[in-house]
């Protein structure tokens, strides 16, 4: 099955610089990679998402790239706010065993950013 | 509110006890998933519907458990007999999509402590 590696677990940053989390995914067929934000008693929430075919999407202060060769894709978060504190989790697909292919998230990276 | 609704929260049980969760998914989503989360990781997959019809279950999902989605809306989640080993945050997401390639939406989740 599907192995993800996310990096680093915990991360400090001062507010207004950049913040970079990492995953890397074993499973070549994999072709769906979504990040999601997770606060304190909340559910994960999709923040944004890259598929395949693609090697960057960008979304306001947050973006994603991915590198197909080296299997590894990662999150950039530029002019960090304290609101951007929260668990990170990425997230691709792999095979069940039983059919069909399911997400499986990586153990998540606490991002603390500083005022 | 049209997100995806969990209730309880919170349930605090003794061992050996029964206990049900219930998700409301987004109305038009026809995909609805259940997924354990202990503290520090990630979101495993326990099992997933299809409208009404179970498709797929974890093995990490053992016989104490069963999950239910009559009619294809609402779905409940069950645990006999529970054990220690169970406390954990259990979440439901939905989705409108390719399974393994599609957007889930989770709800804020329930928290099992099993005493």
């Known amino acids: 099955g599907e192995n993800v590696e996310q990096h680093p677990s915990t991360l400090s940053v001062q507010e207004g610089d950049s913040a970079v989390i990492k995953c890397t995914y074993s499973d070549s067929a994999s072709n769906y990679f979504p990040w999601y934000k997770q606060e304190l008693g909340k559910g994960p929430q999709l923040i944004i998402d890259?598929?395949?075919?693609?090697g960057e999407k960008k979304d306001q202060r947050i973006a994603v790239t991915l590198n197909k060769t080296a299997k590894h894709f990662s999150l950039h978060i530029t002019e960090t706010q304290p609101e951007d504190s929260a668990v990170y989790f990425c997230?691709?697909?792999?095979?069940?065993?039983?059919?069909?292919?399911?997400?499986?998230f990586g153990k998540g990276t606490k991002l603390s950013v500083i005022p | 509110d049209t997100g995806v609704s969990q209730n309880p929260r919170h349930k605090i049980t003794k061992r050996g006890q029964n206990v049900t969760f219930r998700c409301d998914p987004i109305?038009?989503?026809?995909?609805l998933y259940w997924y354990r989360q202990t503290l520090g990781q990630g979101p495993e997959f326990l099992t997933y519907?299809?409208?009404?019809?179970?498709?797929?279950k974890s093995r990490l999902l053992s016989d104490r458990f069963s999950a239910e989605r009559p009619k294809g809306s609402f779905s409940t989640l069950e645990i006999q007999r529970t054990e220690q080993g169970d406390s954990a945050m259990y979440l439901c997401?939905?989705?409108?999509?390719?399974?393994?390639?599609?957007?889930?939406?989770f709800g804020s989740g329930t928290q099992l402590s099993v005493l």
């Open positions: 997230a691709a697909p792999a095979y069940s065993g039983a059919g069909s292919y399911q997400l499986t």
């Open positions: 109305s038009e989503h026809n995909r």
């Open positions: 997401a939905s989705s409108l999509g390719r399974v393994g390639g599609e957007k889930l939406f």
């Open positions: 890259i598929r395949s075919n693609v």
């Open positions: 519907f299809q409208n009404e019809a179970q498709l797929e």
